[in-house]
């Protein structure tokens, strides 16, 4: 084990932090991957760290901006394969990783990082914004040492056999998020229109229960196809995509949220900034819910729909400001930053003691046939 | 400039060649890259050179094979998505840059071993097998320096601003296309069922002169909305998908080749293989192919289809020898294979000069903005 020497803690980091290039960090209306980007390199500034963002042209940071594509390609269809422009700027950054004692990756779709980690000496960060699937896993195991970072224990327990070098929850920047305690007679649901975010489920709770519900989200096919037609405005209201100040109102004035989801997600921003605002959660037992919403305090978790519906009183009696002050002391910025920066000094430390002992890691043999499959003839 | 010394044209290199890793090398059937990449592979080896095909487990080579895959992702649908796979198997390879004077990228889609090539100190060169668009060639010029290998005239003429390090066309394997002087009455077309290739046009051909038409390739929705309502088993035919064997059959018993193609491709590698079977071409104007088909030796090249229907009987009536001595002369995997040993040679005596005069390469200033567009206003 290597110790982090104490004097580490207030020494200053040059940090590469690699954001996605699809739009702008953080992005105008959803993305959350652009939003935890910029949170984090707001927090490492004001912390006296020497950020550097590598992010699109369009953005605007209190860090140094490394911008190799003057916009993203969601603004700019041309910008075609997009994955190849991830890659030329994500070299931007390895081709200077001397200049840096840390980089973070951001991985939005998938880790293509570590195709870069052995070839630096730099220590690299890559956190993972979706849940792998098996083969995924197996791929990312020809790099059975990068430091990846999940955002939720439910994440981590995918990463079998790979270095999860930190579970960190995503934090929020709780000022954007007012605790409310004046609230209206509807539920809420947020989150894209898909049939894994369960959008039917918590119209047929709402139903049940007999109370409204506000629907606020980007329309989609599936929206179109599957939800509309239970959208009548009046019990099922369907508010569209929303800025900034209206989303905070709605949460803020909802006796509950109902977060029905139908698939394991590594986490759930929304759960958090319902909380912040104090709104309750009732929601399904699936992916990351259970480790953000804690029972009796922020809401409840059930196994079945039905056992939802049954709770959903209990939900909508918790006490608000104590939910509020669970996401203070969980889900802030400053929260997601200590850890990320305690797991930058550890890897800086470690790389200063293995080079002071005068070993450079040596060569570590990539695993051939590290994808599980069918083992070739020859 | 720098001189080859004399000597390095005996010297075995270490070559590192990097192909797809989406089926084994060749392809079963069809696969242009891949019949290419093996090709150069077994010239090199021939040679004498020390070669690593870096390929799926599947694949069958005289050179040294490193397989991270068991199987490419045609055949394992699992592996998803692809560009990951692609990157691991690609880094794979610069990971081991220090034991290789030469690293050869086929890039099968887009050259991605471009956001590798500062990293590494060993020479790379990338063989680009599509025509590139130019936001594409923006994003390349990211690599100014960056030695490209095109494949015809014009591919490298849509290079400009970058460094097209040699062009050089595809060689195929002579032996297995053997010169045939017994001809049938028909006409062949050959290649995928798209818009593109103007399979459509070629049937218009055949009615026109009231000749046979057989067609050979891989059934695809177009073929089923477009191509099929034309096909009577008499006049026109399709033969589906051919092994090598039917298809070399196939060519060398045609009168000629209808080659309509539509839009500008940067080769054509079905058109070599017809002039190895001595059978002569009436191509359509479009991309490579005035390089390709010499007019008055191996066939015609016409500004429209009406001019290709006049110059038909022309076409058919050139003696067949002279096509095959063409094809031999210039598009034999030897002919290809010089192309690539001179570039790697200079290449490796650059590099050498450069660092013998203590030039390590200095940095590179990446163009910020590289990419057209607008410009941000910060």
């Known amino acids: 084990m290597i110790e982090i020497p104490q004097n580490n803690i207030n020494r200053k980091l040059k940090i590469a932090h690699i954001a996605p290039v699809a739009t702008t960090i953080p992005a105008e209306k959803s993305g959350s991957v652009e939003l935890v980007s910029a949170l984090l390199t707001e927090e490492l500034v004001k912390r006296g760290h020497d950020v550097t963002l590598f992010a699109t042209g369009t953005t605007k940071t209190s860090a140094r901006l490394f911008a190799t594509f003057p916009q993203g390609y969601w603004e700019n269809i041309d910008m075609w394969p997009w994955e190849h422009f991830e890659l030329v700027h994500l070299a931007a950054a390895c081709e200077r990783a001397d200049q840096f004692d840390v980089i973070q990756y951001q991985a939005a779709y998938y880790p293509m990082s570590l195709a870069f980690s052995r070839l630096i000496k730099t220590p690299m960060t890559h956190t993972l914004h979706h849940q792998p699937f098996p083969e995924q896993r197996d791929l990312w195991a020809c790099y059975p040492e990068a430091n990846l970072v999940a955002i939720s224990n439910y994440q981590r327990n995918a990463l079998v056999g790979l270095n999860c070098a930190a579970v960190i929850p995503h934090g929020i920047d709780l000022e954007n998020f007012t605790f409310s305690d004046k609230t209206d007679d509807y539920l809420v649901f947020f989150g894209r229109f898909t049939e894994g975010k369960g959008p039917l489920q918590a119209i047929e709770v709402a139903k049940r229960v007999g109370m409204r519900l506000l629907m606020a989200a980007p329309d989609s096919g599936y929206y179109y196809d599957e939800v509309e037609r239970h959208v009548d405005g009046e019990q099922i ?66 196994n079945t729909l039905d056992e939802l519906v049954a709770k959903l009183p209990d939900v909508m009696a918790l006490p608000r400001r104590p939910i509020r002050q669970y996401a203070e002391d969980h889900y802030s910025a400053e929260a997601m930053t200590n850890g990320y920066e305690a797991l930058y000094y550890r890897l800086v430390a470690e790389r200063e003691a293995r080079e002071s002992a005068g070993f450079n890691g040596g060569e570590i043999d990539r695993p051939e046939y590290a994808f599980s499959g069918l083992r070739p003839s020859r």
């Open 237 to 302: 209201v369907y508010l569209g995509e929303l800025g900034q100040e209206e989303k905070v109102a709605l949460l803020g004035g909802a006796r509950a949220m109902i977060y029905p989801m139908q698939i394991g997600e590594p986490f759930g921003l929304v759960l958090i900034e319902a909380m912040a605002c104090g709104t309750p959660v009732a929601a399904l037992n699936k992916g990351a819910a259970p480790e953000i919403v804690v029972d009796g305090l922020s809401g409840y978790v059930s």
